[in-house]
């Protein structure tokens, strides 16, 4: 049996993913340039078992299409349909099945035989046939009827009224609308309940763009779905790249689903989405309908066996008659995860183990399945690459005993994304990686607010270097000791020991063993003095290894990266750090933000000692990436410098 052992992430989703193009635009824009009978370049495109079928079909119709994977770029160089003889294969892509079905019935002495994988033989197709044959077209069954294999012979669409049955896949309804362009006079479309209506509507919405020379095609929303629940399972976060280009597909909103349950935040970043993990998760139960991005509901469904609470998903009946059947599988599966499965007609009810309702952080949750998860679990994927994909996703968790899930027939992923596996594993090793990162700034840049929810995220160190030279400027003025003496505080500093302890994932100085709290370090004694103090080169360079130690500390602790904020990491600490940033704002907007502190020193007076120190002045690090955070928010501010650190 060919099997593949998923790896879990042993630290935090520290990931960039390009999803692929989308199966469903792809398919859609092969058909609407057939139609058309229009030359047409597709960029973007997706290489698949799916886009490659489709575009078989039409070359056996007679088009002409030229394709290069690598460029992601699909030619339709001559779209006119000559053959009206052909065997036409269409695997079990739903999509090549109704819509060449369609295409093909536009034909006027057209004779075709269709023939399938076995799985198409029991996917719905008789709303298609009744509405063709209601057109013209005649059918003969080579075994089950209104189900592949068949012979059509076709006479072209008359035209006028037509109704259409697409309450078992909206993938009918859009056949019959595309291939209606060739109708011999106007189609007049009625429906009733249409499952999955968001695809109708993108079908209606291509239509309107075409034809045309050049077409753009989205990432994959569907595709995306498992990367946006990565960090779910793994903490972190994810960049899905290109996702705020999605304009077509319904399955866009999966993401909003996960983010009103609490299960991530997200952020865009330019033309990117940046999918957040949580520090905790509630109990409560959870019901939603996944009727309109219905392939989507089994990424959710994967997970739910991970999360503190009870799931029913339910509008998912008519994915009972998809590669598989959906939702029994899905059950079947999950029964080896969860602790409760109720299997209805139309939903799907899952309820983890006891033991995790009283879980609330990744680390308790991890800890909990390990306990109620007994030795490898093997899923079974039906040849259905959607589950393949998704229970894929739950395996990445770690539970402290390395692979513990492996998938069955992991090749299935080709129908829709054949290099999924190789991108999970590059977004392991990507996440595997050490980072240091040096945060810089002046005052009242945002420096301690990003560093300190970056680090949070991303389960690395922080390091707050301010705080070190607050402590020294405090132990200092104890012993009696001002700035304007360099030698006596040189002589002091020889007998000054320094260590460190840690406070969640905050890394804190320790002079001469004690602990000092803000109380101490941050009043206006310490203001006053802490950058007088920072000047003097004894003190800096007395600083320096112990602040370079801090790389070593965190790897010792296991830690994913250090993210050390200050004044001199980029350029003098650790001017090689993986990502270097340097905050800063206009004047105003950090005099307004340290009023608020509470402080009331100059900025202009503190930006001038902090430039003019002869030892490490305050400068932006040459090749650091700068940020200006004068109008941004500070949730803006975070999630670009997390995209920064992520890219490093």
């Known amino acids: 049996m060919n099997t593949l052992d998923i790896q879990p992430f042993s630290k935090y989703c520290a990931a960039e993913v390009l999803p692929v193009g989308s199966k469903s635009i792809t398919n859609r824009a092969l058909m609407l340039a057939a139609v058309h009978g229009k030359p047409c370049r597709l960029s973007g495109a997706l290489f698949s078992r799916d886009t490659e079928i489709m575009m078989d079909c039409l070359g056996k119709l007679g088009l002409k299409i030229s394709a290069n994977p690598a460029q992601r770029t699909i030619f339709v160089e001559d779209a006119a349909i000559k053959n009206k003889k052909a065997s036409l294969f269409v695997g079990n892509a739903g999509t090549a099945a109704r819509f060449i079905t369609a295409l093909a019935a536009a034909v006027d002495g057209g004779e075709y035989s269709f023939d399938s994988d076995a799985a198409m033989y029991e996917r719905p197709m008789e709303g298609l046939i009744k509405a063709l044959e209601e057109q013209g077209a005649q059918f003969y069954y080579k075994g089950k009827p209104y189900h592949f294999p068949f012979l059509m012979r076709t006479h072209g669409l008359k035209g006028g ?33 249409t499952v999955s209506k968001p695809f109708v509507e993108m079908t209606r919405r291509m239509a309107s763009q075409f034809p045309c020379a ?60 940046l999918v957040m993990g949580v520090p905790e998760f509630d109990n409560s139960d959870m019901e939603v309908d996944f009727n309109d991005i219905s392939d989507t509901f089994l990424t959710l469904a994967s997970v739910a066996a991970y999360l503190p609470r009870r799931i029913k998903i339910k509008g998912i009946k008519h994915t009972r008659g998809q590669e598989t059947d959906r939702v029994s599988a899905m059950a079947k599966e999950l029964k080896k995860l969860a602790a409760g499965v ?166 804190k100085i320790l002079c001469q063993g004690r602990v000092l709290g803000d109380d101490d370090i941050r009043c206006e004694r ?60 206009d004047e105003q907007t950090r005099q307004a933000r340290r009023a608020k502190e509470g402080i009331t020193d100059s900025i202009k007076k503190r930006d001038a000692l902090d430039k003019a120190r002869k030892v490490a002045p305050l400068v932006c690090p040459e090749g650091a990436s700068l940020i200006d955070t004068s109008n941004m928010g500070k949730d803006e501010v975070i999630a670009k410098a997390i995209c920064i650190i992520v890219n490093s």
């Open 161 to 193: 009224a037509v109704r259409v049955d697409a309450s078992s896949s909206s993938q009918i309804l859009s056949a019959v609308i595309m291939a209606g362009v060739l109708a011999k006079k106007p189609l007049e479309i009625t429906s009733g309940e």
């Open 214 to 273: 050049e077409y753009d095609i989205e990432p994959d929303a569907t595709a995306a779905s498992y990367f946006a629940a990565l960090p779910i399972v793994t903490g972190g976060a994810c960049i899905i790249k290109n996702f705020a280009k999605v304009r077509l597909q319904g399955d866009a909103r999966f993401v909003s689903v996960i983010e009103e349950a609490g299960l991530v935040k997200t952020q865009i970043v330019g033309d990117d989405l």
């Open 342 to 507: 109720i299997e209805e007609d139309d939903s799907l009810q899952i309820t983890s183990h006891p033991a995790l309702y009283k879980c609330k952080t990744r680390r308790q949750i991890l800890e909990a399945m390990a306990e109620n998860i007994g030795g490898r679990v093997l899923i079974s994927t039906y040849q259905d690459h959607r589950i393949a994909m998704s229970f894929s996703v739950l395996g990445c968790a770690d539970i402290g005993r390395g692979s513990w899930m492996e998938i069955e027939n992991p090749q299935c992923v080709a129908k829709t994304w054949r290099e999924f596996f190789t991108v999970l594993e590059a977004a392991r090793g990507n996440s595997q990686k050490f980072r240091v990162v040096a945060i810089d700034g002046g005052a009242a840049v945002g420096k301690s607010s990003v560093s300190k929810a970056a680090a949070a995220t991303l389960g690395y160190m922080h390091v707050d270097t301010g705080a070190h030279y607050r402590n020294i400027a405090y132990v200092l003025l104890e012993q009696g000791l001002r700035p304007d003496e360099p030698e006596s505080v040189a002589s002091a500093l020889k007998n000054m020991k320094l260590s460190t302890t840690l406070e969640g994932n905050s890394a």
């Open 526 to 585: 310490i203001n006053a003095n802490v950058s007088l103090f920072a000047a003097i080169p004894a003190v800096r360079e007395f600083l320096k290894d112990y602040q370079r130690s801090m790389a070593d500390f965190a790897k010792s602790g296991g830690f994913g990266g250090v993210i050390m904020e200050g004044r001199d990491i980029g350029s003098v600490i650790f001017p090689d750090a993986c990502a270097r940033i340097f905050l800063d704002a």
